[in-house]
């Protein structure tokens, strides 16, 4: 469905987008990962035709996205960052001139507007005027406007920056109900989200694609941020050393409060100190409190590959 | 041509979403009104050779107005859309640049001929009213609504590039004023400089407005201003055309 060869975007003083290749197949919900300024939007903007790329190439459903870029975003639906929208006119008015705009036959406007409504949960609201909507309901709008023409590809950056966790929770369901019959490229950066939704995804950090993968590979391919948190009543001195000491234990942090002990112990790729923790403290009678191996999440391997350098 | 349609059918309708379209019709209707009445009391006065649609469109009071409808006609536009952002949304749209272009412009244009065309009311009343002709030729009111119609696409076309340069839809007005301003004194440089030479008279009546509006009302059509102003319009809208593609690739 899309395909990016080798892209570059260059700014005058900087790269933004430095020679990119990755592919996205028809039916994936992939989703696109970096820090701020690390490129999302540049990509997603020459995506949809916005950007002239410098150099490379990439196309949408076959087509070039700037030889044939008519026809390119004929296949899309995009909703860019912060959702733009005419505050000044109303909901059900917006989306029939967006659906007329993007080469709706007339006779189908009404019943494709009446669709995107009840999709997105705006019949209420279809007479509201955009401006007195809050930013969820916006959000809600701008999806409706990405889904009016029934494109094969959404490209969606960052759609639920700024929404509290209840108009998170239903603009994620909705983004996954829209994911059976089409293909979604997202951006955003926060990660259970990822994890929920996208079958693949693809990190990109100063302009450049540090993995392309499936959330399960990327964590098993970034053991090495795991984590053993260990809470001992009235620890022992010399216990700080007995942990580093163990096998596969990269260093141990200690934090007292007035009683107990927590040390945080920070272990090398595919090691697991536990059952070596509990025996030592079973030897010593250590007095455990409580003792957790926290698995990597996504977050430690997009802190992992998107810091530094 | 449906695409077009689409967007020339928001466009006009966006003036009407504002109270400033309603604002704009009003003070315009009183002004253009009042500028009637003086241009048939100044006849009233003593014997004059001139028609009642000359003396129309030949006052400062027709020409205060006019020169500033343009900024508040197009400020919008582009500014509007650059600042709140939907310019992504129209862009990415299935539209070329060149249809938001000219459907930007012809929506401008069209809210100007709206602005106007109350006004041949007047001239229709005049004659009802007082039996007397208001031109001595149709080819004088034909002239001045030609020649009304081609001065304001160029200068509608040059508040459309003010607005497509900037966030800020007072910097485009005040800027489209000065443009306007700058082209309109040009053209008055032929009264107010002292006996210039005739290639110097010749160069800034190209520019003058009043000169062509003088000509025009008498039902005098010339063909040196309408190629001046169609290819300045031309001119005006392609470097639009770039401006917008250059502040939208620079994004």
Redesign the interface.
């Given at each position: 469905m899309i395909q990016v060869v080798n892209l570059t975007k260059r700014y005058p003083g900087f790269t933004a987008v430095r020679d990119i290749s990755f592919q996205v197949a028809k039916g994936e919900v992939v989703g696109f990962l970096g820090p701020n300024g690390a490129g999302k939007s540049t990509t997603m903007?020459m995506l949809?035709?916005?950007?002239?790329p410098t150099s490379g190439h990439a196309s949408i459903a076959g087509f070039d996205i700037f030889e044939q870029s008519?026809?390119a975003?004929?296949h899309l639906g995009?909703l860019?960052e912060?959702t733009?929208?005419?505050?000044?006119?109303r909901v059900h008015e917006y989306l029939r001139?967006?659906a007329?705009?993007?080469?709706v036959e007339g006779s189908k406007i009404k019943e494709r507007v009446g669709d995107v409504l009840e999709m997105c949960d705006l019949r209420e609201k279809e007479r509201a005027l955009i401006g007195t909507l809050s930013k969820g309901q916006r959000q809600r709008v701008g999806l409706a406007?990405a889904l009016v023409h029934d494109p094969d590809l959404l490209i969606l950056d960052e759609p639920t920056i700024g929404l509290d966790p209840n108009q998170i929770r239903q603009v994620r369901e909705l983004i996954k109900n829209l994911a059976n019959r089409r293909t979604v490229l997202i951006s955003t950066h926060i990660l259970p989200e990822v994890e929920m939704m996208c079958s693949r995804v693809v990190v990109i950090h100063k302009g450049r694609i540090r993995a392309s993968d499936t959330p399960e590979n990327l964590l098993q391919k970034h053991r090495s941020a795991g984590e053993v948190r260990l809470e001992l009543h009235s620890a022992p001195a010399d216990s700080l050393e007995k942990l580093s000491a163990l096998a596969g234990v990269k260093d141990v942090q200690e934090k007292k409060t007035e009683a107990d002990s927590l040390f945080l112990l920070r272990t090398e790729a595919e090691a697991d100190p536990t059952s070596e923790i509990l025996r030592l403290a079973q030897d010593r009678h250590w007095d455990v409190r409580g003792l957790v191996r926290r698995k990597p999440t996504l977050e430690d391997v997009f802190v992992d590959l998107t810091q530094g350098d | 041509m449906r695409t077009f349609l689409t967007l020339l059918g928001r466009e006009v309708k966006s003036f009407f979403y504002s109270p400033i379209a309603y604002v704009v019709l009003f003070f315009f209707l009183v002004a253009s009104g009042f500028n009637f009445f003086s241009g048939v009391s100044f006849l009233n006065q003593s014997p004059s050779e001139v028609t009642v649609v000359e003396s129309a469109f030949n006052t400062v009071l027709f020409w205060f107005p006019f020169v500033l409808i343009f900024p508040l006609i197009t400020m919008r536009t582009y500014a509007d859309e650059f600042r709140m952002g939907t310019i992504e949304t129209l862009a990415t749209a299935p539209v070329s640049d060149w249809q938001i272009v000219l459907a930007k412009f012809f929506g401008a244009l069209f809210f100007y001929i709206l602005l106007w065309a109350p006004s041949f009311l007047y001239f229709v009343a005049f004659q009802e009213i007082t039996g007397k002709q208001a031109a001595l030729a149709a080819g004088a009111f034909g002239g001045s609504y030609l020649l009304l119609l081609l001065i304001g696409a160029f200068y509608v076309a040059l508040g459309c590039l003010a607005s497509a340069l900037t966030n800020e839809q007072i910097n485009a007005a005040v800027m489209t004023f000065v443009a306007i301003f700058g082209f309109f004194v040009t053209g008055l440089l032929g009264f107010i400089l002292n006996s210039p030479s005739q290639p110097v008279r010749e160069i800034i009546s190209y520019f003058s407005a009043v000169e062509h509006m003088a000509d025009f009302s008498r039902g005098l059509i010339d063909s040196r201003p309408l190629v001046w102003y169609i290819s300045m319009t031309v001119f005006v809208l392609f470097i639009n055309l770039q401006v917008f593609q250059y502040r939208k690739w620079k994004a």
């Open positions: 903007r949809t035709g916005y950007l002239p008519l026809q975003r004929q995009y860019p912060s733009p929208l005419y505050h000044d006119m001139y967006r007329s705009l993007k080469g406007d | -």
